[in-house]
């Protein structure tokens, strides 16, 4: 299954709310992770199985979707959020998106 | 608490070999798959292969299959990646990966090493 994440590049402003799409090749069924990869460090685990929040990311991530279509939001961008965000499918084998960068504007 | 320390990276000609290193330990390693990513300078990641919690099993993309091999030692709580035939699209930062949840083939990743950079140039 293959991963296209868009937009590529993301600039927005400090308290805006943000939407990062992820699409499949096929049906993921919902086997879908976000990550979050600031600079210089290993990516973070934000949500898994399409909108689960992981324990201790703050309540303004959160995920959606269904399908091949799957879609991040950020309901209040903060400073600390500027980094790439890659999906990740887990229902056929394992396989990355292609990440978007977000930045603040 | 959950550490994964990789070892091994370095620069490496291409067509030779290296071999990766994952020390774990804060966790009962042998009830987890394992699975190695990478990541090219600047790129995206890169699932490159996942292993079952005995061994007998193991999976890869099609850019690594015959080339890299993933192994484990449970009794030494380690995970190994063997990179043969190196080429200079290899180079990337490797990181060794644990899931979530003990012995589900369905994963995510929730735990990350600190990576160990591979430079394939001559």
């Known amino acids: 299954i293959q991963l296209t994440q868009s937009p590529s590049l993301l600039s927005a402003s400090v308290g805006d709310r943000v939407t990062l799409s992820c699409k499949g090749s096929q049906n993921i069924n919902n086997y879908l992770a976000w990550y979050q990869q600031k600079l210089g460090e290993a990516p973070k685990l934000l949500i898994y199985?399409?909108?689960s929040l992981q324990t201790g990311i703050p309540s303004r991530f959160s995920g959606s979707g269904s399908g091949t279509d799957y879609t991040l939001t950020i309901s209040s961008l903060q400073p600390e959020d500027v980094a790439t965000y890659f999906c990740y499918q887990y229902n056929n084998g394992w396989t990355f998106g292609g990440g978007t960068k977000l930045e603040l504007k | 608490e959950v550490q994964l320390v990789e070892s091994g990276g370095g620069l490496v000609q291409p067509g030779r070999s290296l071999k990766l290193s994952c020390a774990a330990s804060g966790f009962t390693f042998s009830n987890y798959y394992m699975a190695w990513v990478r990541q090219a300078p600047k790129k995206g990641l890169e699932w490159v292969a996942t292993?079952?919690?005995?061994?007998?099993?193991?999976y890869y993309p099609d850019s690594v299959k015959g080339r890299f091999t993933i192994s484990r030692d449970n009794a030494k709580s380690s995970l190994y990646l063997q990179m043969n035939s190196l080429k200079s699209e290899d180079t990337a930062t490797y990181y060794c990966?644990?899931?979530?949840?003990?012995?589900?083939?369905?994963?995510?990743?929730?735990?990350w090493g600190q990576g160990t950079l591979v430079t394939v140039s001559s």
């Open positions: 990966a644990r899931p979530d949840h003990p012995g589900m083939h369905r994963h995510w990743f929730a735990y």
């Open positions: 292993i079952s919690t005995s061994g007998s099993r193991t």
């Open positions: 199985n399409t909108n």
